[in-house]
């Protein structure tokens, strides 16, 4: 009896969950939140060179000030606008990764192969789905 239970429990993870799109969800749910510890922890770093400091001004200034837009009136947040910070979020993230390598060396390798898998599967996603019919109108 135990054994058919235990069967039938994995037989329903394999046809619910494993088969759904659950477990890339919950692998960006994690690495999206990890990316958020990483600029966290480049953020509030205790000291930081002049130069972070610049970076952290380049990157929340105008992202706060799009947020604050959005909020005061119609949304403006759309991904153009966010372009121009990018660089400096992708900035603070290697900052972030940096301090997590002076602290735990195997933690940084596990953190930078989530980011090289997450960011790999969007391109290969990016390059393989056709959004749009060549020669038709934009969408």
């Known amino acids: 009896m135990k054994q058919l239970n235990q069967q039938s429990i994995m037989d329903w993870l394999v046809e619910h969950v494993l088969t759904s799109n659950i477990v890339p969800l ?55 606008y966010l372009l121009i910070v990018s660089p400096y979020f992708l900035i603070l993230l290697a900052a972030g990764l940096m301090q997590v390598w002076r602290w735990q060396r195997r933690v940084a390798v596990l953190v930078t192969l989530l980011y090289a898998i997450a960011v790999g599967s969007g391109l290969v996603h990016y390059y393989t789905t056709l959004y749009r019919v060549a020669g038709g109108p934009p969408t």
């Open 26 to 80: 919950l692998y960006y749910m994690a690495y999206t939140a990890m990316a958020i510890g990483l600029l966290a922890i480049a953020l509030l770093s205790r000291h930081p060179s002049t130069k972070l400091w610049w970076i952290k001004v380049w990157a929340l200034l105008p992202a706060g000030s799009i947020l604050l837009i959005s909020y005061v009136s119609s949304s403006i947040w759309k991904a153009r």
